[in-house]
């Protein structure tokens, strides 16, 4: 099954695994990799400041915790709760690909999400990925894009983790658009906020071990990673910036969410 992914979860994922595809070939050349600037990273000072604040949360307190998730639940439940927390993102997929004019995707989309839901048990199993539907991720980040909207610098968020100028605007309507959000029951709304956060640090514990125990510069090699994550996902343009302000031109390389490192992880859970 192909995926045109954008859960913050499966971004996460995508990004240590292209992190990792840079820790390999960036052994021949590390000090080209870590000594020059991006121009992308026109924040790089704050943006190191905010990661290095992220990692002391994560080794304190997140880690830990998706570590005991991990080995104390089953793997078929966590197949299964992933699953859950993808389903709710359909509808809002749907709607950015009705926005990109992609209408089979959008057909597609609404086939899985009816699918899983009603057959699945509310999306636990993924009756439609094991009948082939396809699935198709999209963001509001990706419709700007498809629109010629540019990327922006990149930015590092506060407990969130990397983004870029573009994304952070647009975080909050992806947010709202999220069916988690539209919870009444606020103690239920954030317990599955904190469950799906968990469930993806769980998700990412053998890559994010992998990079901590190689990776020269973490920073680096992570930032790399989300902005090829999402240079390279699909949105039906040119990788040129419409306004000419050269971002995407100056990221034109072969080497790398989310991260999904973490936006890469959940919202923040309200009170």
Same mark, same amino acid.
């Given at each position: ?35 020059s ?18 990692? +002391? ?5 997140? +880690? ?38 992609k209408? +089979? ?7 899985r ?82 469950? +799906? ?14 990079l ?12 790399d ?40 992880a ?6």
């Open positions: 099954m192909k995926t045109t992914s954008h859960s913050l979860g499966h971004r996460a994922m995508l990004v240590l695994a292209l992190a990792g595809s840079l820790l390999v070939a960036g052994c021949a050349s590390s000090g080209a990799t870590t000594g600037r991006n121009p992308r990273d026109p924040f790089e000072p704050f943006n190191r400041g905010v990661s290095e604040f992220n990692e +002391r949360i994560d080794d304190a307190v997140v +880690r830990p915790v998706a570590t005991v998730y991990r080995d104390v639940t089953p793997p078929l439940v966590r197949t299964g709760v992933g699953n859950f927390f993808r389903n709710l993102t359909e509808p809002w997929s749907l709607v950015n690909n009705v926005l990109q004019l209408i +089979r995707d959008a057909g597609e989309t609404w086939i999400f009816a699918v899983n839901t009603v057959f699945g048990l509310g999306g636990v199993l993924d009756i439609a990925g094991a009948a082939d539907i396809d699935q198709h991720r999209q963001d509001f980040g990706q419709t700007l894009a498809f629109y010629g909207v540019p990327t922006g610098p990149y930015l590092v968020l506060p407990l969130l983790g990397p983004s870029t100028v573009r994304d952070t605007a647009t975080f909050t309507v992806d947010t709202r658009a999220n069916l988690l959000s539209g919870i009444d029951e606020i103690p239920v709304r954030n317990s599955l906020y904190v469950l +799906r956060a968990v469930d993806v640090r769980a998700n990412l514990l053998r890559a994010s071990s992998v901590d125990a190689a990776a020269l510069d973490k920073y680096t090699f992570t930032r990673a989300y902005l090829q994550l999402r240079r390279n996902q699909p949105r039906n343009k040119d990788t040129t910036d419409s306004d000419g302000d050269g971002y995407e031109a100056d990221y034109s390389r072969t080497s790398s969410g989310a991260a999904p490192a973490a936006d890469l959940p919202p923040t859970p309200t009170r």
